[in-house]
């Protein structure tokens, strides 16, 4: 059973930093690309930023670009996502999500989180 689960999320002022984290288990972590996505009340899942198997290649939203990094650590099935300089647009449950093709498109992704919610206060 497929199991990725957040954790980071959190209330931070606007100008902050948060580091979200994304263990993975019932699968093998690095046949997986691992993407990152954000839902805001009332609008649609939105691409946030993906990487590749090794970590060699990274593909961002224009929003989060020079603000966001993600990373991934194969040895412990973990992938992240750097927040830095944020704002209060950035709030949303982010999710992390397992598929096998480095694109923005959620649909491309089989296996998701729960989420974890981030707000930016102004």
């Known amino acids: 059973q497929v199991q990725l689960v957040e954790s980071g999320g959190g209330l931070v002022q606007a100008g902050g930093s948060l580091r979200l984290s994304c263990t993975a288990s019932?699968?093998?972590?690095?046949?997986?690309?691992m993407g990152w996505f954000r839902q805001a009340p009332g609008k649609e899942r939105d691409f946030v930023a993906a990487i590749s198997r090794s970590g060699g290649s990274t593909y961002y939203a224009d929003s989060v670009k020079g603000r966001f990094t993600i990373s991934r650590d194969n040895a412990k099935n973990t992938v992240y996502l750097q927040m830095n300089s944020l704002k209060p647009e950035d709030t949303a449950v982010y999710y992390c999500?397992?598929?096998?093709?480095?694109?923005?498109?959620?649909?491309?992704?089989?296996?998701w989180g729960q989420g974890t919610q981030v707000t930016v206060s102004s």
């Open positions: 999500a397992a598929g096998g093709l480095v694109t923005p498109k959620n649909t491309d992704y089989a296996y």
């Open positions: 019932g699968r093998t972590f690095s046949s997986d690309v």
